[in-house]
């Protein structure tokens, strides 16, 4: 689907997964986890929020075509400043609205880099009694794992760089860009 120019555009070096890409990809990740889930009532899917919040949206929607009803929950951490790599530490910015013991919790991520959030948030959950926890990521850094955390669904494994675009900022910018990509270097100069 051809796609006119954005406001962003101007500012991306280059493409590193385009919306049709995230489309096909959001689809064939909801096919995976409706039939993986295809005996349970219903799941609860965990947005960690802002970055994942597009990538929910979508995921939401096709599992809706395919699997079992879901129920929508979201959270918020803090694990990146305003700058480019991760402090590893993560603070509860806004906690889950309800019990989660005993549901089939499938936590939705933007990406994982250092997984240090991932790794502290699946802890957090399982001490909340979940039936069951997975993880379906679109973006996945995999030379920056410094911890081993279990994501059961990945969409597209990146190089190691920073990447905004599809709910990821720069600076609380480019979440509103359809596709993932990298910044000319002379943003970072602004
Ligand atoms: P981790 O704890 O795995 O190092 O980082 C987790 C969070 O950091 C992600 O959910 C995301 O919000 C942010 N993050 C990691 N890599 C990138 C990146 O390349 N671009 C942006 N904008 N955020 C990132």
Known sequence: MAELPGWYDNDIDRVIVSADD????????????????AQAD?????????????????FARALGRFGPPAELEF?????????????GVVRILKDLD???????????EDIVDSGLT??????????RSAA??????????????????PVKYVGFDIPSEFVVGYGLDYAERYRDMPYVGVLKPEVYQR
């Open 22 to 37: 995230i489309r096909a990809k959001t689809e064939e990740l909801a096919k995976q986890v409706a039939a993986d889930y």
């Open 75 to 87: 959270m918020a951490v803090s694990s990146y400043g305003q700058g480019t790599t991760s402090s």
């Open 118 to 127: 991932l790794s502290w948030l699946l802890k957090y959950l399982q001490s």
């Open 42 to 58: 219903s799941v609860l899917l965990v947005c960690v929020l802002k970055g994942a919040v597009m990538f929910m949206a979508d």
């Open 132 to 149: 069951s926890v997975d993880v379906v990521a679109l973006l996945r850094k995999p030379e920056a794992v410094k911890v081993t955390v």
């Open 98 to 108: 309800r019990d989660i013991a005993g549901k089939h919790v499938i936590v939705v």
